[in-house]
């Protein structure tokens, strides 16, 4: 079946560039998603990119989709602590999304 | 003001009892799916429905129970024969097909 792939965890310095990456592997994909999860909160979406895009930016935010190696990436641009959470990466073009196991993102001083 | 509504925020449980987890959405979605998070492990399918008075078994669905008699509502029930019901468990609709998802604030559940 369909399968998202994430690294678990990111620290960087408040004030640097934050990338999670993501590996799927539904080529059915017509959406890629970014969620993100704050503590003991429900997944808010954050942005999304159309699968024949490459590129979409929304203020901080950068996602870099390369369909070809089905790699999707999040930036985030000066990073602050507010952006401490998990981040989940989904796939969706089947009736059911599929997640990734999600990235907790530390972001310290 | 539309969303997605889970209550209680947290409940807890003696071993042996069933409980039901409320979930209703006035966000007008066809499609409606409860997920189970534990620490790591990211989120697991246990049923989904397309529409109204059909619903389908997920990755997990062995010791839930499900109905979908109304558009808006979505309740699952964790039954006695779920081994480890502790968990955070997480509501969420969508419009349609692959379309993105909106989640409820989720429920607690502790059973000792």
């Known amino acids: 079946g369909e399968d998202v792939e994430q690294s678990l965890f990111l620290s960087v310095r408040e004030g640097d560039s934050s990338v999670i990456n993501c590996t799927y592997t539904?080529?059915?994909?017509?959406?890629l998603y970014w969620y993100k999860q704050e503590p003991g909160a429900g997944l808010q979406l954050l942005t999304y990119?159309?699968?024949?895009?490459d590129m979409k930016q929304d203020q901080r935010l950068t996602v870099l989709l390369n369909k070809k190696d089905k790699h999707l990436s999040l930036r985030i641009a000066d990073t602050q602590t507010g952006d401490s959470a998990i981040y989940f990466c989904?796939?969706?073009?089947?009736?059911?999304?599929?997640f990734g196991r999600g990235t907790s993102l530390i972001v310290h001083p | 003001d539309g969303g997605i509504t889970q209550s209680p925020k947290y409940l807890f449980r003696k071993e042996g009892q069933n409980v039901t987890l409320s979930c209703e959405q006035n966000?007008?979605?066809?499609?409606m799916y409860w997920y189970r998070q534990d620490p790591g492990q990211g989120l697991r399918l246990i049923y989904y429905?397309?529409?109204?008075?059909?619903?389908q078994k997920g990755d997990i669905a062995e010791g839930y129970s499900v109905s979908r008699e109304k558009k808006e509502s979505f309740p699952l029930t964790v039954t006695s024969a779920q081994k480890n019901p502790t968990a955070f468990y997480l509501c969420?609709?969508?419009?349609?097909?692959?379309?993105?998802?909106?989640f409820g604030p989720g429920t607690r559940l502790t059973v000792t």
């Open positions: 990119i159309f699968s024949n895009m």
């Open positions: 429905s397309q529409i109204v008075n059909d619903f």
């Open positions: 966000l007008n979605h066809d499609a």
């Open positions: 539904d080529s059915s994909s017509t959406y």
């Open positions: 969420a609709s969508s419009p349609g097909t692959g379309g993105e998802q909106y």
């Open positions: 989904g796939s969706g073009g089947s009736y059911i999304p599929t």
